[in-house]
């Protein structure tokens, strides 16, 4: 018997691979659910991530604004930090590192910084950076520096207020070719520094 149904085997195995295909396309979900879930699944996602990779921006923009306060003014790093954020978001499409790299170029590191060639390694989770030959120790410099970063993350996350108001742009008080800049486009000086100017454009 076993022999003479030879002949038919295929067709019994065929026909029982179509049922059981069949049975599987039916057990599974529709399109339209399946886009649903899928959905679902990157929301969630996007939800969980979001905050994480916003947060570690953050830390990254302060560590940055840091180095940039302490070669522009340490005292004045809140208010800083508050006019790169301003300035960031006068320049759609811009992002606060780009912005802060167009104010300080040498503290990013992309251009020499002859003085305090450091400065664009410092970090204060680190030890000493390339270049390091401060008069004081390192210890002392990075407590500073991680001061700094708070002052920059908190202020850029808007916890920190700014202690000058309607300030946009900032110059080094020795920097006359600054002030007739700032006289050019306009703006008025914000007396709220010891260290820097700030400037801000005129009241109506």
């Known amino acids: 018997m076993e022999g003479n149904c030879r002949k038919g085997d295929g067709v019994v195995v065929e026909r029982r691979s179509n049922v059981n295909l ?3 396309e ?7 659910e399946k886009i649903l879930i899928w959905i679902a699944v990157f929301f969630f996602l996007f939800i969980t991530l979001s905050p994480r990779l916003a947060r570690g921006q953050s830390d990254n923009d302060a560590r940055l604004i840091a180095r940039i306060c302490i070669s522009e003014g ?3 790093c809140a208010a800083i930090s508050h006019v790169l954020s301003e300035r960031t978001m006068l320049r759609p499409g811009s992002t606060l590192r780009q912005v802060a ?4 170029p040498r503290s ?8 305090r060639p450091w400065i664009p390694f410092a970090n204060p989770d680190q030890g000493a950076p390339i270049g390091w030959a401060g008069v004081s120790s390192w ?12 002052v920059a993350w908190r202020a ?3 916890i920190e207020p700014t202690p000058c108001p ?8 020795s920097c006359g070719a600054c002030r007739r800049r700032m006289r050019a486009a306009r703006l008025t000086r914000i007396q709220c520094s010891s260290s820097n100017i700030f400037y801000g454009y005129p009241a109506f």
Do not use: F, M
Request: proline residues 6%; positive net charge; hydrophobic residues 25%.
């Open 166 to 173: 309607g300030a946009v742009h900032w110059g080094s008080r």
């Open 108 to 115: 990013c590191g992309r251009r020499p910084y002859h003085a």
């Open 139 to 150: 210890e002392v410099t990075r407590v500073v520096l991680a001061h700094l970063t708070s």
């Open 101 to 104: 790299c167009s104010y300080a």
């Open 26 to 32: 039916n057990e599974q979900l529709p399109t339209g």
């Open 74 to 76: 340490p005292g004045d």
């Open 22 to 24: 069949r049975k599987e």
């Open 156 to 158: 850029i996350r808007g």
